[in-house]
């Protein structure tokens, strides 16, 4: 993964050291930190988020503590640690140097602010943190309510920079052509976009349920009006679906398989096709469905110009991987996701199809780890395994 130098003080005991000077800075004393998750962004930075026990004269809490080594220096007004030259930035949740709008998106007199200034319905509101990835994102998902409207939601996306407006642009581009949230305003200083709520279950609980699946030609469908739609976003899809980012950090955590990934690498790396947009992370998350239609499309955040192949690739193993999961869907979720590749054979051709599936189970073989997940060794070889055998079944 090619880490920063800083990033060997995370992994060790050392970390509880950093962890302990940091929260004395505060004035608090570290009563305990368990590690929760990894966010590693390849070649760039990685992120150990701690949940952590503090205590300040006699009163504890618990708080979320990360630890995050980055190639590039860190913002203005971070708390760093400097251990042999390398610099470890220290803070705690919702406190993050890169997300300036974080503090604000949890607040709810301040998120009442927000949405009176974007013109969002009136009502009082109540608040959860969906998801947070250190010094990328964080999703914050709100519900009003008032004497006219019950549970209204909306979303709030927290990003760096100036990713709210790029954010905004890609939804507004793409909602005359596929089923995305609607943009209800953007608070561009803070990097905050507010995002309709669409109704619907994902693909992944329909499965899980047992509940009524779409008819693969209509995804199939949804990737050819996501092509139309002409999109050019800044980021480029391919080098999210690029296994070779994933090489070095697969080979530390399972070097025995080291062949199988670097013949995975190698025959992924070669997925090619037409340039069209696409959606760059398909999975059976991002899908919405009702009555058997897929009706939202989430997390556009990466869209842009790719190959059809990887969105396909991504999304059939995601479908199987829910087997790895949930075992009372596996046959269920094989299946299904059978029947997708086969809806996209007529679009994809069949080589290039099987090394983007092959391609998406590294990067799944990834997961495990970076949530800590009890026998993540296990699961990760695993994930490893089936990548070749996508290659060699094809």
Known sequence: MNLPAAARYLDGSEVEELLQVAVAHAGATLRSAERRSIHTRAGRSVSHVFEARLAAGEVERDVLLVAHADRKPSPDGAFELERDGARVAI???????????????IDRGRVRELLDDLGAPGGQVSLRTRAYRPSRRAVVEVTITSQQQVGRILYLKVLAGDRASELASIHRALQDHVPVPRVIGVAAAQG?????????ATLRSALVQGDALPDPASIVGLSHRFAASGLEGRRDPRRFADPRRHVDGLIRLAPERASAIEEVVTAAAQVSGPLVAVHGDLHDGQLLLQDREVTGLLDVDGSGVGYLAHDAGNLIAHVEAIGHLWPEAAERSRAYAASIREAYAEEVEAAQLSRAIAGAWLGLATGPYRAQEEGWLHATRRRIDRALEVLQEA
């Open 91 to 105: 803070w705690r949740f919702p406190f993050d140097p890169y997300l300036l709008g974080l503090p604000s998106a």
């Open 192 to 200: 905050i976009v507010a995002l309709e709520a669409l109704e619907g």
